[in-house]
């Protein structure tokens, strides 16, 4: 999501300095190239090779250091390039000097330089961030266009319980995102993913399930929420952990995920079904206490098909409804087969090889019954290509 861009992040003097540590590889993670700079100060906290290591490039802290030189003037050469500056911490100090003007040190002589947007995510004593010259501080930077990500009310280093406290890093990178990454072309739009493999119950400690990690549907609602979306996201599986900003619905039987689909239906503008929804059920009986015979016997019946019932549901709404084909053979063939009988607009058709897996090989086919193939890829740009799909629907 921040490919090809460059991102300066800025390091002050707080204690607050190890939760860059996690913003930085998060940026990378995404794609960026990152800098650090770093304050004086900030280099008795934190040490600098710990961001070299995160960012893979040299950490900046002498605009004159030996290892710089053949970058011909950094603050402007790195400044030029970059896309956004982060300044995460931003102390009250920091946020005094960028206010005034002040070029003393390599972070605001590059901020100085830098016509790049700027956010600054503040750590401070909440009586400090109270401070009318921080205040007035504060609302200058923002007339002149800085963005500020938080700071929260929380449990501060000094031990009261109040405002102060840095935002985390994915909220900080989530603004990243917003300011300069994807585009938000599902603001406003609601979109129900549902991920994981449902779990039928034989006793208490048995069930019948499939190898579906909820990778892929968890890197759609994720994407969705980055792209603007507000995003429910239905799992049948707990063992990713939740998407930032996403209103995760836990549930575990085929029967449960119904209903749970069922109250989220009418309010979503698409619902895309990545679950790997179980076929069959056991038929016994619900046991209160572990079958203890040796041989068993289980008669299964079928539960009942969501996708069925919901595009049953659909009518002539506009609401887009994407459902998934895993098969083992006959893949295409298949797949087509089920889009039209559960009036899909897209289906998505992938083999068994993506079960645990990060990353999906897989072919789309819309209603036309037009089939695009897609490489091997990480489910995170798969994720991308199914709501490029699905944003065009929409608009």
């Given at each position: 999501m921040?490919?090809d ?5 800025g390091v002050s003097?707080s204690?607050?300095?190890y939760?860059a540590?996690?913003?930085v590889?998060?940026?990378k993670n995404?794609g ?11 280099t008795?906290?934190?040490a ?6 995160l960012?893979?490039?040299?950490v900046i802290?002498?605009?004159f250091a030996?290892?710089l030189t053949k970058l011909p003037?950094p ?14 911490p ?6 005094g ?12 002589t590059?901020i100085?330089a830098?016509?790049?947007k700027k956010?600054?995510a503040?750590?401070?004593n909440?009586?400090m961030?109270?401070?009318?010259i921080?205040v007035?501080?504060v609302?200058k930077?923002k007339?002149?266009k800085?963005e500020?990500s ?6 501060l280093?000094c ?9 985390e890093?994915?909220?900080?990178v ?5 300011l300069?990454?994807?585009r ?9 993913v549902?991920?994981g493999?449902?779990k ?5 400690v048995?069930?019948i399930?499939n190898?579906?990690s ?8 994720q994407?969705?929420?980055e792209?603007?979306a507000?995003v429910?996201?239905i799992?049948a599986?707990?063992?990713c952990p939740?998407p930032?900003?996403?209103k995760?619905?836990k549930?575990e039987s085929?029967?449960e ?11 979503a ?12 059920t056991p038929k016994?009986?619900?046991q209160n206490?572990?079958l203890k015979?040796k041989?068993?016997?289980i ?5 009942e098909d969501?996708?069925k019932?919901i ?16 098969e ?6 298949n797949a ?11 289906i998505v058709a992938?083999?068994?090889?993506t ?5 999906i090989?897989?072919?789309t ?6 089939v695009k ?7 995170a ?7 490029d799909?699905i944003?065009?629907m929409?608009?």
């Amino acid at each position: 999501m921040l490919k090809d861009k460059t991102i300066i992040v800025g390091v002050s003097g707080s204690i607050a300095a190890y939760k860059a540590c996690e913003v930085v590889s998060r940026l990378k993670n995404l794609g960026a190239e990152v800098w650090v700079v770093m304050t004086d100060e900030a280099t008795k906290l934190i040490a600098p090779l710990t961001f070299r290591a995160l960012s893979g490039n040299p950490v900046i802290t002498d605009l004159f250091a030996e290892e710089l030189t053949k970058l011909p003037m950094p603050h402007v050469f790195l400044t030029k390039k970059a896309s956004l500056m982060v300044i995460t911490p931003g102390t009250a100090n920091i946020i005094g000097k960028i206010a005034g003007g002040i070029a003393d040190d390599p972070l605001t002589t590059m901020i100085l330089a830098s016509t790049a947007k700027k956010l600054i995510a503040p750590a401070m004593n909440c009586e400090m961030w109270r401070n009318p010259i921080i205040v007035e501080n504060v609302e200058k930077l923002k007339g002149l266009k800085f963005e500020f990500s938080g700071p929260e009310k929380g449990k501060l280093a000094c031990g009261d319980e109040d405002i102060g406290r840095m935002s985390e890093p994915e909220e900080i990178v989530e603004k990243v995102v917003e300011l300069i990454g994807i585009r938000q072309d599902l603001k406003g739009k609601r979109i129900l993913v549902t991920a994981g493999g449902t779990k039928e119950a034989i006793d208490p400690v048995r069930y019948i399930s499939n190898r579906s990690s909820g990778k892929m549907g968890y890197a759609i609602a994720q994407a969705a929420r980055e792209r603007g979306a507000s995003v429910t996201l239905i799992s049948a599986n707990g063992h990713c952990p939740a998407p930032h900003n996403v209103k995760r619905v836990k549930v575990e039987s085929a029967q449960e995920m119904l209903e749970a689909v069922l109250r989220h239906y009418s309010e979503a503008d698409a619902v895309v079904m990545a679950a790997a929804v179980g076929d069959y059920t056991p038929k016994l009986k619900t046991q209160n206490s572990k079958l203890k015979t040796k041989e068993l016997t289980i008669q299964f019946g079928q539960t009942e098909d969501i996708l069925k019932i919901i595009g049953k549901q659909k009518g002539r709404s506009q609401k887009v409804l994407i459902g998934f084909a895993l098969e083992t053979e006959n893949m295409i063939a298949n797949a087509k087969k089920k889009l039209v009988e559960k009036k899909l607009d897209l289906i998505v058709a992938n083999d068994d090889s993506t079960f645990n897996s990060d990353s999906i090989k897989f072919s789309t086919i819309d209603r036309k019954g037009e089939v695009k193939d897609y490489p091997q890829q990480a489910k995170a740009q798969a994720a991308q290509v199914i709501l490029d799909n699905i944003a065009c629907m929409l608009r």
